[in-house]
């Protein structure tokens, strides 16, 4: 598939994932979340890729949110399946992804911006970049997941003051609260992500999917995350990936695992 707003690039089975709608901030409308949806869909089954980078063209912005114009007379049914459907095809694939997805933020994250880094597993930030879901300045509240993804991230409090006012924070806050992992200067922001997945990336593919998947449990209500993780700590022990990893730590070498 030609995509008319992303970029993408395979290298050392990376995927880079570049929004590319500079002139409009990167904000999401349909086709690209339709695009998004496709990308992530054929990567998450290709074997070549192990892990990706999801980042925005240009300095300004990540995702500057999504764009306004396109539900500005949607009614309420139509909001409804605005963001059931954005939140199946698109948040939620990332979030459930059993290959490690990384949000490059290179500047603006805003509203669903800042949705789509809240889904990504981890999460790099320019020392410019700046975050916040201002959603209720246009009578609307997050609808891609933010008031939960963003309070299982730094809790009730922090959720609560960041959705209510509508303000951006800056790199430095979010990294005091726990919603980026890392802030790097701003041209270090894809090396920084990249050198995170080199390192997941000389790991077991079958053990990483694994923890994301134990680890995804802790937050789904009604399911045991402690129950999860003993079985699938079990299921690790009759892959070759096991085998591999315990004879090259006996042997004192390096591990080399399949990657498919």
Request: glycine share 10%; charged share 20%.
């Amino acid at each position: 598939m030609n995509y008319q707003h992303l970029l993408t690039v395979i290298a050392s089975n990376i995927l880079r994932v570049t929004i590319n709608r500079e002139q409009k901030l990167n904000a999401l409308n349909k086709e690209t979340l339709m695009e998004l949806h496709d990308v992530l869909t054929k990567a998450l089954s290709d074997t070549e890729v192990r892990g990706i980078i999801l980042t925005g063209t240009g300095e300004k912005a990540f995702v500057a949110g999504a764009d306004i114009r396109e539900f500005s007379d949607f009614n309420s049914a139509e909001g409804r399946d605005l963001a059931s459907d954005g939140q199946r095809k698109v948040f939620d694939l990332i979030h459930h992804a059993e290959k490690p997805i990384i949000a490059a933020i290179n500047g603006f994250a805003l509203g669903g911006g800042l949705e789509l880094a809240l889904a990504c597993h981890i999460r790099v930030a320019s020392h410019m970049a700046r975050m916040g879901l201002p959603e209720v300045s246009l009578g609307l509240i997050p609808g891609y997941g933010g008031t939960q993804r963003l309070t299982q991230l730094v809790g009730r409090g922090n959720a609560l003051e960041i959705i209510l006012t509508g303000n951006m924070i800056n790199a430095e806050k979010a990294l005091q609260i726990g919603l980026v992992n890392h802030v790097v200067p701003a041209d270090e922001v894809i090396t920084k992500a990249e050198d995170i997945l080199v390192d997941i990336l000389l790991r077991s593919p079958n053990a990483v999917a694994a923890a994301i998947r134990a680890v995804n449990a802790s937050l789904i209500d009604g399911q045991d995350g402690f129950s999860t993780e003993i079985e699938e700590f079990g299921n690790c022990f009759g892959t070759a990936d096991f085998k591999e990893g315990v004879s090259a730590f006996l042997e004192k070498r390096t591990p080399v695992f399949n990657k498919k």
